[in-house]
């Protein structure tokens, strides 16, 4: 199996948010609650010495995904052929019937409800569609400082390194994320 | 420029390119996928590099397009002005009501009492102002305003050093220098020519050493600078001149280049030695006003002089300020003394503009009845052709609102009784808001073009629906000037009863008896003309089919490279065909407060002004990511993002008992608005911002609960010309419970 991944240089990263807005527009999603790409900012030191950097936060597709482990009726799976971790809606209980249980075991927050009752889960899924017709995901296309970028793992990594931590992330060797970074050094 | 593969699987979907058009730094592709007449979804430049990749607002478009607060239908004020309350009439009915009151205006007044409040929200070359411009031309003419807000200082001074605005290199340049200083320039959110934070990014990835100079810790700052060095509002001016100070003592100037292509180096050198006015203008000086420590000063001078080729790109921002024209002009006197002009790596600072895509170099005058016979006004450089129209019947964009109330009894050129506004949100973007409210209630006609019901077109008498560019076709040069063009084809129908600024005033021409004036072409063989008269634009059709024409250049522009290979066969635009340190032109208007070598001036709501008693805190109204000055304010996919908030320094909020999160009121003389704060770091200590744009939103006591930055700011103009937007003084408190 080919595990797809992103690859987020986080040294270029303005913290423009171009690539959650196009992601909203391409996937037809409402301001609000729902967010598939998320951008923390990650604020250090006190004036006049100070870092920020910037994190896009998708979903990291892990190779050992805990909200597949986390739902009670399967309705959260990874693709066999790459490791791209979706959701189908039809099986989803909902997050008042489950509490949102993939969420509680998601230690980025990829898991996503709407404000309606009983909302289902939905979340960043690589961008599937654009993916099968060859193109890069929608964050990928959008991100004016070419600071993100997704594909098979490995060949992010032999690419762009295999950095697995950056500021405002941090590895798990139990889950995997697929994702691979440039990570912004806190001392400028 | 073809797609590689089809976008979309959807037969029905047809992809149209077009591009941004509104008054950011941008003017990027976009490409609206549109089903069944209703555009679903767009995407931005994915051809052939440099690719003009769309920031936020651009990808954010399409709520704006399908906006719930779209106008839809002519509209008529039944309330009082401001209130918001109007009914819906016919587009006949609105059109012969605008129509017969120019005319009664004209007949009872004279066309001076037209004032065309036009602004910059559209950037195509066929709509917007152009065509409402034109139209009140041919009806016998209008009062209108100079100094723009953006950038007239940093104008000013271009125009008195270099004479022409034409100073900037195109970006892939910055990747040729050795040192970068970005002073007050934060093009992460101001865009600043798409791919200017692409190249400052790869600059420092060449190892290419970058220093912020900032009152705030900016994302430009925090994503590209090495070293960020915080400075007091107001004072950019006096750490320059102390600059110039370090260079002379330690003899570290280009003397060949100075010799060679400047006038008035010594005159300058005096001044900031002291032999002027007994005060050397030492770092020490300048640590006293500016807070930075003189070593900073010291050491950022020895680096900059002694690294060459650098870059020291001074930003508008801090010329958006009283005495801002002394802050440009010190910069450009510095890219002169240390020969960073004209070669590859260095920059001239100035106004800016790389690739002259519309440039005018004509005379003077306007065509304008109004203005015919005026004298220039004596604050102007009227012998330098390419600046601000020197004209006298012209009213400083900052003294509208006064101009407005007190007419020709207070000194102005006209009694104005109408306005004619389009493309702007007048009295939220012009500063002192509450005045502009007062002037608009004065007033006995308003007419206002719109797409939203604004906080102005609440004043509006008649209100007339425009389309947005995805329904209609334009060109749009690009902003400073980057070697392209976007061609924004029509994507869609216009929606709801809304019509181009183009049809309405064809339609009003009818009815002023002018109808030729507009004629009759379709967008396309106007465009088309357009095209032909470029020289630049080989291809029509090609870049109409593809929505952007990249034009090619074999090496990065350089401002000013003739000037300095080549001197005798290319005199720099002055009047002494020189760099002018000293400027003549400047001397001969005989006022201290516009000096022919740059000074430093303190002036009023400075730091050092006795109202900071009263009102202690700097107010910065910079521009904010999520909005291109006022568009894209009532955009949700905007709104959610870094909500609009005042930034204030841990160290004032604590002092204030504020906390992050907690709802404030910040205020002077002028007003009050009421939003929360962002406690942060990131601003320097005495320092508050609230960026410019969010919509003005009183309640019955005046209070204003959008955060309209302009309630706060003074109208006031600059000598030169700067509209002060960055010099005003504020209190901060909590807001009163309940």
């Known amino acids: 199996m080919t595990q797809m991944g992103f690859y987020f240089d986080q040294t270029r990263c303005t913290g423009c948010y171009a690539c959650a807005v196009a992601c909203k527009d391409w996937h037809d999603i409402d301001a609000g609650p729902v967010n598939w790409m998320r951008v923390h900012i990650i604020e250090n030191g006190k004036f006049p010495n100070l870092s920020a950097a910037y994190l896009a936060s998708p979903c990291y597709h892990c190779a050992n995904p805990p909200c597949v482990l986390a739902c009670p009726v399967d309705a959260i799976t990874q693709r066999e052929s790459d490791g791209i971790v979706v959701v189908d809606q039809e099986k989803c209980l909902g997050n008042r019937e489950c509490r949102t249980l993939c969420l509680n075991a998601c230690p980025w927050k990829a898991p996503q409800f709407g404000p309606e009752e009983n909302a289902k889960m939905q979340k960043c899924d690589l961008c599937l569609e654009r993916l099968e017709r060859g193109q890069q995901p929608i964050c990928v296309e959008a991100c004016p400082m070419y600071a993100l970028d997704a594909g098979p793992l490995d060949k992010l990594k032999a690419k762009y390194g295999d950095a697995v931590e950056a500021e405002g992330f941090s590895y798990s060797a139990r889950f995997k994320p697929s994702v691979t970074f440039k990570p912004k050094p806190r001392e400028q | ?738």
């Open chain 2, 1 to 738: 420029m073809t797609e590689k593969k089809p976008i979309s699987s959807d037969d029905d979907v047809t992809i149209v390119p077009t591009g941004c058009c509104h008054d950011c730094g941008g003017r990027c592709v976009l490409k609206a996928h549109v089903k069944d007449g209703k555009i679903i979804r767009l995407e931005t430049d994915n051809g052939e590099e440099p690719q003009i990749r769309a920031c936020l607002r651009g990808r954010a478009y399409r709520q704006r397009v399908y906006s719930p607060d779209r106008l839809k239908y002519p509209l008529r004020r039944t309330g009082e002005r401001g209130q918001g309350q109007f009914e819906r009439i016919s587009w006949d009915e609105a059109l012969d009501i605008v129509a017969s009151e120019l005319v009664r205006i004209k007949e009872t007044y004279g066309n001076s009492a037209i004032l065309l409040a036009g602004g910059t929200g559209n950037q195509g070359m066929l709509h917007g102002v152009n065509p409402v411009g034109l139209m009140l031309l041919h009806f016998g003419g209008f009062t209108r305003t100079w100094g723009a807000a953006s950038y007239e200082g940093a104008l000013f001074a271009s125009m008195a050093t270099y004479g022409t605005i034409s100073t900037g290199n195109t970006r892939d340049d910055l990747l040729n220098s050795r040192l970068i200083i970005m002073w007050g320039w934060n093009p992460a959110n101001t865009i600043q020519d798409p791919g200017t934070s692409l190249h400052l990014a790869q600059a420092r990835e060449k190892g290419i050493k970058i220093v912020a100079v900032d009152p705030r810790y900016t994302d430009s700052a925090a994503t590209f600078a090495h070293q960020w060095i915080p400075i007091r509002p107001g004072t950019d001016t006096a750490m320059l001149i102390a600059m110039a100070y370090v260079i002379i003592v330690e003899n570290l100037q280009d003397q060949a280049f100075i010799d060679k292509h400047t006038v008035g180096f010594d005159k300058y050198k005096d001044y900031v030695l002291g032999k002027e006015d007994g005060i050397a203008k030492t770092p020490q000086w300048a640590e006293a006003i500016t807070t930075v420590p003189a070593e900073v000063i010291a050491n950022l001078t020895r680096e900059y002089a002694t690294t060459k080729p650098a870059a020291l790109i001074a930003g508008w921002g801090p010329a958006r300020a009283a005495m801002g024209e002394q802050y440009c002009r010190a910069a450009n006197v510095l890219t002169a003394m240390t020969g960073n002009i004209g070669i590859h790596g260095g920059y001239a600072s100035g106004f800016m503009r790389a690739y002259s895509s519309r440039e005018t170099r004509g005379p003077h005058g306007s065509g304008n009845p109004v203005e015919e016979g005026a004298p220039p006004r004596k604050d102007s450089l009227y012998k330098l052709r390419g600046g601000t129209n020197p004209n006298s019947a012209r009213i400083h964009s900052a003294k509208i609102f006064d101009a407005i109330l007190r007419g020709r009894a207070g000194g102005y050129p006209a009694d104005i009784k109408m306005a004619y506004v389009v493309a702007t949100n007048y009295i939220n973007q012009n500063p002192n808001t509450r005045r502009g409210v007062e002037a608009f209630k004065s007033l006995e006609f308003i007419v206002v073009h719109e797409q939203l019901m604004t906080p102005t077109a609440k004043f509006g008498d008649i209100v007339l629906p425009v389309n947005t560019f995805m329904e209609r076709s334009d060109i749009a040069p690009p902003w400073l000037g980057s070697p392209y063009y976007i061609y924004l084809n029509k994507a869609i129908d216009s929606l709801y009863e809304s019509k181009s600024d183009l049809e309405i005033c064809r339609e009003l021409s009818k009815r002023l008896g002018i109808p030729q004036t507009l004629g009759d072409e379709t967008e396309d063989e106007l465009l088309r003309a357009i095209a032909a008269t470029r020289g630049d634009i080989p291809d029509y059709e090609a870049m109409k089919r593809d929505g952007v024409l990249k034009i090619k250049t074999p090496e990065p522009i350089v401002s000013f490279k003739q000037q300095v290979e080549d001197p005798e066969n290319n005199p720099f635009p002055t009047l002494s065909g020189k760099v002018e340190i000293y400027c003549e032109h400047l001397a001969e208007m005989n006022n201290p407060t516009i000096p022919p070598i740059p000074n430093y001036i303190s002036h009023w709501e400075n730091y050092d002004d006795p109202l900071v008693t009263k009102y202690p805190l700097q107010l910065l109204t910079t521009h904010y990511k999520t909005r291109a000055h006022s568009t894209w304010h009532n955009v949700p996919w905007m709104r959610e993002l870094e909500p609009h908030s005042v930034w204030i320094n841990t160290a004032d909020a604590e002092a204030r008992s504020i906390k992050d999160g907690d709802l404030v009121d910040v205020y002077n003389e002028r007003g009050r608005i009421r939003i929360p704060a962002k406690v942060t770091e990131r601003i320097m200590p005495g320092v508050i911002n609230v960026s410019q744009g969010a919509w003005y939103e009183p309640d019955e006591k005046g209070v204003d609960h959008g955060g309209c930055a302009n309630v706060l700011t003074n109208d006031e103009q600059s000598p030169g010309g700067a509209v002060p937007m960055n010099t005003a003084l504020v209190q901060v408190e909590l807001a009163p419970q309940g």
